[in-house]
């Protein structure tokens, strides 16, 4: 099987949790012996460039790649047309002649048997592709993006500004279900997800997990630190941050005043001042960010916006971090026979003073996190899923 592959950004270097799970498919691609080649092309862009250094330096025999540099930054007149003619400026941005040529040449002069658009904004060359390739194309959806504007519209309380992000959610909802009804199938990461693909589209949908690897790494445990370790050019992240700092984090303080909370990740300066404390510490971006978590003690994930996985929650997870979720950030993760989700504030509240005050207690949700990990996100079990899903639509 012979398999074209493109994404809206490299997998490569892991900078966020899109990375994560992109490299994830990639290497459980990899490992099946069905799999004779794979064309990976990715977009480069200012915010994710294409680095062809860190992909020579990867043992992937199977894999080709090559980066098409293109422009996605912001620009006034082409977001304002998009919003008067009701079409989505988020996907439009990653619309680009320069790929269309080179996706049509390739597919034109090699046979594959299936190509796969990573994301919504790989799969907008769906209706370009289609005119010259007749074999099947798979959606692999990370999340719904329209859900996670529709999300921060209802949490947005500036009227003006609410109004012009549901414009955003309507166009990129029209987009997401105009894409569905030209793809084969969509493998989305999500079982949640999933679902809500189902009432919209008569195309075949498999939930297909993104995997995890087994990780040894030691806990440092420690009763005065609390982190968050996430991308902060992804709005989600920052909605999340300003009501866990603004709303929690001083009613942990009144209680436990030695207590730091530690945040890293990309774009993480872009955290604002006013935000900042004695006991906020900013780390900035970090090269391992395991490690990070392994030394920070709890994992608190407070998205009150998004849909899909969340890869940093699966991580922190994975190490055997205590994590303290709120319903938005556990999504996907079919936890609650696991571990309490929270719906409200004074629950979130109650369940890190209970973990802060009680090693113990962190020790078993960190012990059941970590089982299910390995139980429910396992490479093994993720290629068994693919091999059974490609070789039905090949």
Not at 30 to 41: A, G, L, N, T, V
Request: hydrophobic fraction near 40%; charged fraction near 25%.
């Amino acid at each position: 099987m012979r398999i074209l592959v493109l994404s809206h950004k490299p997998p490569y270097p892991i900078v966020d949790g899109g990375c994560l799970a992109m490299s994830r498919f990639l290497l459980d691609l990899c490992e099946m012996s069905r799999i004779q080649h794979i064309d990976y092309f990715t977009l480069s862009t200012h915010k994710h460039h294409f680095e062809p250094v860190v992909f020579q330096s990867l043992d992937l025999p199977k894999v080709t790649f090559q980066g098409i540099e293109i422009d996605t930054k912001l620009k006034v007149i082409p977001a304002l047309t998009c919003l008067l003619t009701n079409q989505s400026y988020h996907t439009k941005r990653f619309l680009d002649n320069k790929v269309s040529k080179i996706l049509v040449e390739k597919l034109r002069s090699e046979s594959y048997d299936v190509v796969i658009f990573e994301s919504l904004y790989a799969a907008i060359y769906t209706p370009i592709i289609r005119e010259v390739f007749s074999g099947k194309i798979c959606y692999r959806s990370h999340n719904l993006e329209y859900r996670i504007w529709e999300d921060l519209s209802k949490n947005e309380y500036k009227p003006l500004k609410a109004w012009y992000i549901r414009q955003l959610a309507k166009s990129l909802k029209k987009e997401e279900l105009s894409i569905w009804k030209l793809i084969d199938c969509i493998f989305s990461i999500s079982k949640e997800d999933a679902a809500i693909m189902e009432r919209y589209t008569r195309k075949t949908v498999h939930y297909v997990p993104s995997s995890m690897p087994e990780n040894g790494m030691e806990l440092k445990w420690n009763t005065n630190r609390i982190c968050f370790l996430g991308a902060f050019d992804w709005e989600p992240n920052m909605e999340a941050m300003k009501w866990f700092i603004q709303e929690v984090f001083p009613l942990l303080l009144a209680k436990h005043p030695l207590l730091q909370f530690h945040i890293a990740g990309r774009k993480s300066q872009l955290i604002p001042n006013e935000w900042r404390g004695k006991n906020v510490i900013i780390h900035g971006f970090v090269e391992n960010p395991l490690l990070f978590i392994a030394e920070n003690g709890l994992f608190i994930a407070s998205l009150q916006s998004g849909s899909g996985i969340k890869m940093k929650v699966l991580e922190a997870m994975s190490i055997g971090a205590p994590c303290v979720l709120t319903t938005k950030a556990a999504e996907g993760l079919s936890l609650d026979a696991n571990m309490p989700i929270h719906k409200n504030k004074e629950s979130y509240l109650s369940d890190i003073l209970e973990l802060l005050e009680d090693q113990s207690k962190q020790k078993i949700r960190g012990d059941l996190g970590k089982a299910y990990i390995q139980s429910a996100f396992s490479s093994k079990k993720v290629i068994d899923i693919l091999e059974k899903e490609l070789s039905s639509i090949a």
